[in-house]
């Protein structure tokens, strides 16, 4: 017989489990059984490992002993608490929740108060003699389990619900009498027959393993997909299900429930942080039904609230928990989301975890706690995700715009963002992949609005507080976001929203503050971000500890400029052909490809070679004694000469040509398939005074630098698209011939580099022959993705994405390197490369070298350095370091 073990309880100061086994029980399940074991009040219960997810999904059915041990352990749990599962005396009722290993807050489904029927609810009266709030929990799970598990939708509740509050005239939820509970419970329990064709479920046991079920199959369901898709959550981790004891917040004045940051979550300030509604269920806090209150006078103050904070409506209570935060955070040296009920003066934790926060608070955070001497700065470094640092990236508004505000609300997640209205996330989503910017407008959000989140550029509710969905769910995604927005009332039927005397329409611009919860009418201009103090000390630790440098791809000075300001410690791919298109260029680079001798061509050359070498020149400036890669002209010449009537007869004017030649010429140049015919190297060896001139100006720039501003450069000269040894060691003979010329005439020895990118299968198999002519490879993984998989980015994205969709690819390759496939390509020419020579310098230029994941596998290769986008360079930086640490 088996003795695997599947279940696993705590209660009574005793637990099974501990937070070092949250792969096993999920976060939720994991820290409820630490918890438990430091002697904090924690509500029974037992947790059904995430091993149980996956034989369930993959076989709808469970283990052999899991009904077994379940029976156990809630005898364990019935002892624990003093009551009994369907007892009509003094009935156990129990949460189901869903627990990921990691936090996917309100993505997957709970059931709350499980156990009532018409039995147990007369054993809920006696226990607490009150009829309204047990038959007030009645419905709330009536409604919540024929929701989750039942399929039939809410919606049809909250009908019923809206038509007896007209009935009777009551307004809110807690002037309804015991009576008129008990008859909204029948009413609903005929919708779930008459949707369902087939009665509520009576039996406590039913209603346990359909929840436990629903909570498993919730892992599957759209939202908690699209959110593991959003965060890189493997689909096989699955959820564990915990079943806990219920306490109440909602049985009177003397019962609360909250949700607590152990610092502030937005600003990483260390001061203890939450919301609280008295007489309420946990889910009225999060889903922004109510405006909560704040927990501390400071929050009170901070945000101009008038209800009273918990610290004075229940001060001892308030030092209780202030005392449980403060050794939680102690404990786990890292800020905490706490969530706990206070039951007739008691207080209960109903969880803890890693609280969710903003780039600018992980920063600050990580960076307060070693100076506290909480976590060292390997610990540090390790906490803050590298995308996260996109939103310290990003633009604020320009403090000397005009901005007429129309609302303000709570300052949710900050960064500012403008967009269109929209009322609806598909609509979002829909307007996002025609590239508009949308701003996002709900009454309040929902799981299920998590794809029109995260395609808006910011999201503003009018209910809800800081803790809420909206809030939660955009801090995490760095979204700015403005929630409960006093006085802003959306009409669905009209689509607008009303808000001091002003009406805005769907499709009319506004811009948000998160940082101030200002809503704007308009667009109002931003300007970019300051990165110093926390960012600075941070980024410092984080250099420490790499060992790949991270360079830019820069095409111009002010690129490189902005890369420097980034940390960029040189630039790994200088694409020259960027550098043709400005339109008093262009033509003299048309005027090349039209020649028609070679008197002609020399002629449009000695035009290009001083532009060039001034651009050459001013690169080198902003990266003074870092290194500059330059690639000579890689694109086919057909990108340069247009193709339309129009833009012929002009070049036919501008160079005396009959129309018809130009015509003759660009047909000529007309190729099937571009990326794969007449570029790179391919043109240098056809039209060789074009790379002739361009390390004439590559060199001119060195040489002038050198000799003038006392700079000390090593140009490196990278020769593209290189498939045979005999094209690189062709062109590297003439590349060195001009470099020696340019040297002689300058009268000055500088050192200088010639090598060569791998963006071929051929090239990484006959690397050890590419080595002998070139001194560093760096892996243009774009085209290097395209010609090995035989897909091209341009036309893919369509399929790309349903291939993800279906688990086909576990990510996009052209985002995130295809290890197996493309990146085994890498690390063999990386091999055979160092055999020849083992000095030779190797790094990485396409969009991989800003990917995180990627990182982590070049570091394995053992790369010298990244090349990413200027904007990418921390994110680069500190996935570095990751690696490193890993």
Not at 288 to 304: A, D, F, M, S
Not at 465 to 482: F, L, Y
Not at 630 to 653: S, Y
């Amino acid at each position: 017989m088996s003795t695997e073990k599947f279940v696993y309880v705590f209660g009574n100061g005793q637990a099974e489990g501990d937070a070092g086994m949250s792969h096993l029980l999920g976060g939720k399940g994991a820290n409820l059984a630490e918890m438990t074991r430091l002697g904090i009040p924690v509500p029974a219960g037992f947790t059904l490992c995430t091993e149980v997810c996956g034989l369930y999904l993959q076989k709808r059915r469970y283990p052999e002993l899991l009904k077994e041990q379940v029976n156990e352990a809630l005898l364990k749990v019935q002892s624990a608490m003093g009551a009994g599962f369907g007892s009509g005396d003094d009935p156990l009722l129990v949460s189901v929740r869903s627990g990921a290993r990691v936090s996917m807050p309100g993505m997957m489904d709970t059931v709350l108060n499980l156990g009532l029927n018409d039995h147990t609810v007369q054993g809920l009266i006696k226990r607490t003699g009150d009829a309204r709030f047990a038959y007030d929990s009645y419905r709330r799970f009536v409604q919540m389990y024929a929701d989750v598990v039942l399929g039939v939708d809410h919606h049809h509740f909250e009908a019923m619900l809206n038509a007896l509050k007209q009935q009777t005239g009551k307004v809110q939820d807690t002037d309804i009498t015991a009576d008129e509970w008990k008859s909204l419970v029948a009413q609903y329990k005929n919708k779930v027959l008459e949707v369902t064709q087939k009665p509520f479920p009576e039996e406590p046991q039913d209603q346990l393993w359909g929840a436990i079920g629903a909570v498993f199959d919730s892992w599957t369901i759209p939202r908690a997909i699209t959110y593991r898709r959003l965060n890189e959550i493997p689909e096989s981790w699955g959820t564990a299900v915990t079943v806990q004891a219920m306490v109440f917040g909602n049985m009177g004045t003397d019962c609360a429930t909250g949700v607590a940051f152990t610092r502030d979550p937005s600003t990483g300030h260390n001061r203890f942080f939450g919301e609280y509604l008295i007489n309420a269920q946990g889910e009225d806090v999060v889903a922004g039904i109510r405006t909560p209150q704040q927990i501390t006078l400071e929050g009170k103050r901070l945000n101009g609230s008038t209800l009273p904070a918990m610290e004075e409506a229940m001060p001892e209570l308030y030092k209780e928990l202030y005392a449980v935060q403060n050794r939680l955070e102690m404990h786990y040296r890292e800020m905490q989301d706490i969530e706990f009920t206070i039951q007739r003066n008691k207080l209960w934790l109903l969880q803890t975890r890693t609280g969710k926060r903003t780039a600018k608070a992980a920063l600050k955070i990580a960076v307060n706690m070693v100076h506290e001497g909480l976590i060292n700065t390997r610990e540090a470094v390790s906490r803050v995700s590298p995308e996260s640092l996109n939103q310290l990236l990003h633009p604020t508004l320009d403090p000397k715009a005009d901005k007429r505000i129309i609302a303000k609300g709570l300052a949710a997640s900050p960064g500012a963002a403008t967009g269109r209205v929209v009322f609806e996330a598909d609509e979002a989503e829909q307007w996002a992949a025609t590239g508009q910017m949308v701003i996002l407008v709900r009454d309040d959000t929902s799981p299920e609005d998590i794809h029109g989140m995260h395609s808006a550029k910011g999201i503003i509710t009018a209910r809800g507080g800081m803790t809420s969905h909206a809030a939660v769910v955009a801090r995490g995604m760095g979204r700015p976001c403005v929630s409960g927005c006093a006085g802003l009332s959306i009409n669905m039927e009209n689509e607008q929203f009303s808000v001091g005397g002003v009406t805005v329409a769907k499709g009319d611009w506004v811009t948000i503050d998160g940082s101030t919860g200002e809503v704007m009418l308009g667009q109002v201009p931003t300007v970019p971000p300051e990165l110093s103090g926390d960012f600075t000390a941070f980024m410092e630790w984080v250099d420490g500890f790499t060992r790949m440098k991270v360079r830019a791809n820069a095409d111009t000075p002010d690129d490189a400029r902005m890369a420097r300001s980034f940390g960029a410690q040189g630039i790994g791919l200088c694409r020259t052909e960027h550098m043709f298109f400005g339109a008093e260029r262009i033509i003299h680079v048309r005027g090349l490809i039209l020649a028609q001798t070679e008197s002609d061509r020399m002629r449009a050359i000695d035009k290009i070679l001083p532009l060039q070498r001034s651009d050459f020149a001013g690169l080198f400036r902003e990266m003074k004694g870092y290194p500059v890669m330059i690639r000579l002209l890689d694109p086919p010449l057909h990108e340069f000469i247009p193709h339309d009537e129009e833009g012929q007869n002009e070049v036919a004017l501008v160079f005396g040509m009959p129309i018809d030649k130009v015509r003759e010429r660009v047909a000529s140049l007309k190729e099937f398939n571009p990326m794969l015919g007449h570029r790179g190297c391919r043109l240098g060896i056809s039209f060789p005074e074009i790379y002739e001139m361009q390390v004439r100006a590559i060199m001119e720039a060195a040489c002038q630098l050198v000799k003038e501003e006392g700079f000390i450069i090593t140009p490196e000269i990278m020769i593209p698209l290189v498939g045979l040894e005999s094209e690189l060691s062709y062109l590297r003979e003439r590349v060195v011939a001009v470099c020696e010329t340019v040297m002689g005439e300058n009268s000055v020895r500088i050192p200088y580099m010639i090598g060569t990118m791998i963006e071929l299968p051929r090239a990484a198999l006959i690397a050890d022959q590419l080595a002998k002519s070139g001194e560093f490879f760096s892996f243009g993984t774009n085209d290097l993705t395209q010609t090995t998989m035989g897909i091209s980015r341009d036309d893919a994205g369509p399929f790309l994405q349903e291939y993800v969709q279906k688990n086909l690819l576990p990510k996009d390759p052209f985002i995130s390197i295809d290890q197996d496939g493309v990146g085994q390509l890498v690390r063999l020419a990386a091999e055979k490369g160092r055999s020849t020579r083992p000095e030779i310098k190797l790094g990485v230029c396409g969009e991989h070298g800003g990917d995180p994941e990627s990182i982590h596998f070049f570091e394995k290769v053992k790369l010298d350095y990244v090349s990413c986008s200027p904007f990418r360079v921390p994110i680069a930086r500190l996935a570095a370091a990751q690696a490193v640490l890993a």
